[in-house]
Nanobody, 127 residues
Framework: QVQLVESGGGTVQAGGSLRLSCAASGRTFSNYAMGWFSQAPGKEREFVAGINWSGGSTEHADSVKGRFTISRDNAENTVYLQMNKLKPEDTAVYYC???WGLGTLRIGIRRHDYDYWGQGTQVTVSS
């Protein structure tokens, strides 16, 4: 089992920044590809960004390219989502997720790619 705990959410004005963190425990963190998803009220959970096991490959949704950046620190067992130039439409609960991906460049962009999920952290962007 992999346990994931998100932090760093909050309320920020449009144009501001937040950095989300997701701390992993329970298994060797560097064996897992990681991702961030968002879910706004009444909407489906959708892909935001993903990163492979080593951090050498990343993918970002078109809606966040140039504004959000995913990264990881395998020594700290943590994945990050740096969120800049935030917009009101970014308001959502943000979840981190993991699946086994050691030795591959594979990045999951679909919910069912992932086996483990955190509890989520709320991000609210006011206009």
């Amino acid at each position: 089992q992999v346990q994931l705990v998100e932090s760093g959410g909050g309320t920020v004005q449009a144009g501001g920044s937040l950095r989300l963190s997701c701390a992993a425990s329970g298994r060797t963190f560097s064996n897992y590809a990681m991702g961030w998803f968002s879910q706004a009220p009444g909407k489906e959970r959708e892909f935001v960004a993903g990163i492979n096991w080593s951090g050498g490959s990343t993918e970002h949704a078109d809606s966040v390219k140039g504004r959000f950046t995913i990264s990881r620190d395998n020594a700290e067992n943590t994945v990050y989502l740096q969120m800049n130039k935030l917009k009101p439409e970014d308001t959502a609960v943000y979840y981190c997720a993991a699946f086994w991906g050691l030795g591959t460049l594979r990045i999951g962009i679909r919910r069912h790619d992932y086996d483990y999920w955190g509890q989520g952290t709320q991000v609210t962007v006011s206009s």
